[in-house]
Every structure is written in C-alpha cells, then in structure tokens.
C-alpha cells in the first residue's frame, strides 16, 4: 500500500532517481574467505566419499548426501564471489604489472571452482584450494605483508596461506 502511494506520488511530483551500489571503498579486504570456502568444499567430498563407501544409503543418509552436495556448491559460488570482489575492487594496474599472473591465476581459480562443484572429485577440490592459496599470497604481498603456510587446526587439516601480522 505504502509502495502504491509512492509510486503515485512519484508520477506526479516526478522525484529525481538516485542511483546507488554497495560497493563502498572501506578497504577490507581478506581471501582467507575464499580459502575457507575451499576448505569446506574439501570437507564436503571427504564426507561424500565417506558415505559412498556403504552399500545403500538410508533415508536419513540420503537427506546428508544431499545437503553436503549443497554444501559443496555454495562454497563453490562463494569462493568465485570472495575471489571476484577483491579481484574487480582491489587489484588495480600496479598489482597486475607486480604480479601478471593474476589475470590467469583468477580465472584459473573461477574454472577451477566449477570443476569442484561439478565433481565430487577431492583432487579438484585440492587444486581448487592451491590455486587461492597462491592468490591469497599474492595478495599480502601487494600489501607487503610476509606469509606463511600451515595446516589448519580443523578438518580437512589441509595447508593453507595465513599473513603473518606478527612481523
């Protein structure tokens, strides 16, 4: 109703259009996002693959099968989501002339995504994830943060980039 009388307003006193997008320049920036988002899809084929190893699914395994598989694929737009929002709004010429590999890197990474949501395959899911890893170090380095590598403190205890803020 509120809408309606606005709109009707509108016509006749013809308000001015204001355009507007969230894309506000408040420099927080992070790929261990898009990292996470990599681990979890790691996670989601270990326990597909688990349950693929019994004979028949129970109703209640099937319900599982299929929210880890929804899992899978919206960690899967996630990462390609996180990865593109540093890419289009904090990679600008000097990091690209710095390291100009990232315009392949990236869309290795978006390929590399689709490969791991079509496919309950932990091979692709591991290249998925070493391929926002090498993104993630480039990244701290544009910032000229030190990085180092370990294996996070949870499943899938895979190794992934962190900054070092201690240095």
């Known amino acids: 109703m509120l809408y309606n009388i606005i709109a009707k307003l509108d016509k006749k006193l ?3 259009v204001v355009m507007a997008h969230c894309d506000i320049p408040c420099k927080i920036y992070d790929p261990i996002s898009a990292q996470i988002a990599a681990l979890t899809i790691i996670r989601m084929v270990d326990l597909l693959n ?3 190893t019994k004979p028949s699914l129970t109703l209640d395994e099937q319900a599982q099968f299929l929210r880890l598989v929804n899992q899978k694929e919206i960690h899967g737009i996630k990462v390609k989501e996180e990865i593109n929002v540093i890419w289009g709004d904090y990679i600008k010429a000097p990091q690209l002339t710095q390291y100009p590999e ?3 890197l990236v869309h290795n990474i978006m390929l590399a995504s689709s490969q791991a ?3 309950i395959s932990r091979d692709a899911a591991l290249n998925l994830l070493q391929q926002v890893n090498r993104f993630s170090e480039i990244f701290w380095a544009t ?3 030190s990085t180092f590598k370990a294996i996070c403190p949870y499943p899938p205890a895979e190794t992934i980039v962190y900054p070092n803020l201690h240095a």
């Open 102 to 104: 990232l315009h392949e």
């Open 117 to 119: 949501k079509q496919h």
């Open 14 to 16: 013809n308000f001015p």
């Open 50 to 52: 688990e349950l693929k």
């Open 143 to 145: 910032k000229q943060v």
